[in-house]
């Protein structure tokens, strides 16, 4: 019998009707039962750059909780390839995507639907697969509300929000807080253009009080302001000392202040707002809880929002 000789005690040898293994013995031993399916179903972050982005070790964490065989890759993609990356997404039927910058709105003319509230926002940071159709979501506002009325203990519901910052991810967490109800939301960018046009579109899109400040030098937050968002992407790796150039003097007492950047999550403007004892929000909330919205939307499973957690704070040691 081929691979029987110097077989000692215990060991096992091929048997020659593939049913098995030989021991020592001679008794062929069945081949433990392998798993019906080999196939792992893929996800993918697009973007430029991507090396600093951790949404991946979450979404594997939360995937090896429930016993899945799914797997995410996070890609770097330049914006003159993204066409033929959404091509390899169909061709190799990934089940959803995450965009980020620099592709949240160009992604939009390569998917067959957009979502409704997507569209008014104006950007695409998640895709989820429809038997072959590829349809655009944006979870990144809702994600944000999540962690505002979640962590922070805040309902946004009538309340005065100061957002700065004009890009994608301002364009969501605006349009969200003027459907949750806030009172008022003013949006503060130094490019004039840029914010006045966002404004003017998602206050015709929502029907809600929108307004736009430029931001020229210091901007003073005010005792009106209830809740400060830093949209942009100050005090981001590798910039980890930089900060918007705000004074908090002026704020009331119980501004909630909250920073959109999760790497490192404790930036610059937090730790300013921590020492005029002024609640804060960090960015990891934010990427949970806009992760776990993507992952039901993939998986069709309720996401295991504590194990994320723990898997970020881990990996960004903290």
């Not at 592709?103 to 639907?113: C, N, P």
């Not at 918007?244 to 937090?270: C, E, H, I, K, W």
């Not at 707002?273 to 960090?282: C, F, I, N, S, V």
Request: proline share 7%; glycine share 12%.
């Amino acid at each position: 019998m081929r691979g029987a000789a110097g077989a000692g005690a215990g060991a096992r040898a091929w048997a020659p009707d593939g049913a098995g293994a030989a021991d020592g013995a001679g008794t062929v031993v069945p081949w433990p039962l392998m798993p019906a399916n080999f196939k792992a179903e893929l996800l993918a972050c697009f973007g430029q750059p991507v090396d600093e982005n951790p949404t991946g070790v979450m979404q594997e964490a939360a995937f090896r909780h429930l016993g899945l065989n799914w797997r995410y890759l996070t890609v770097e993609v330049p914006p003159a390839k993204l066409r033929d990356a959404m091509l390899g997404v169909r061709a190799f039927g990934l089940r959803g995507l995450n965009l980020t910058i620099p592709h949240k709105v160009a992604v939009i003319e390569y998917l067959d639907e957009v979502a409704p509230d997507a569209a008014v926002i104006g950007a695409v940071n998640t895709v989820r697969r429809e038997r072959d159709r590829l349809i655009g979501e944006n979870t990144d506002g809702k994600g944000f509300l999540q962690g505002v009325r979640t962590d922070a203990g805040v309902d946004p519901g009538g309340k005065c929000a100061v957002v700065l910052g004009a890009g994608g991810a301002a364009r969501a967490i605006v349009t969200e807080l003027a459907l949750a109800g806030a009172a008022e939301v003013l949006v503060v960018n130094r490019s004039v253009g840029r914010g006045e046009a966002m404004v003017a579109d998602l206050a015709a899109r929502t029907g809600r009080p929108i307004r736009f400040e430029p931001w020229r030098g210091v901007y003073q937050v005010t005792a009106a302001a209830d809740l400060l968002v830093n949209a942009t992407s100050i005090g981001l790796f590798p910039d980890v000392d930089a900060m918007p150039p705000v004074d908090l003097s002026g704020a009331r007492p119980g501004m909630l202040v909250s920073d959109v950047v999760f790497n490192p999550p404790q930036t610059p403007l937090l730790a300013a707002a921590r020492q005029r004892g002024l609640p804060t929000l960090d960015g990891l909330s934010m990427l949970v809880y806009q992760g776990a919205i993507g992952f039901q939307l993939w998986t069709g499973r309720e996401a295991p929002v504590e194990v994320m957690k723990q898997a970020l704070a881990c990996a960004l040691g903290v």
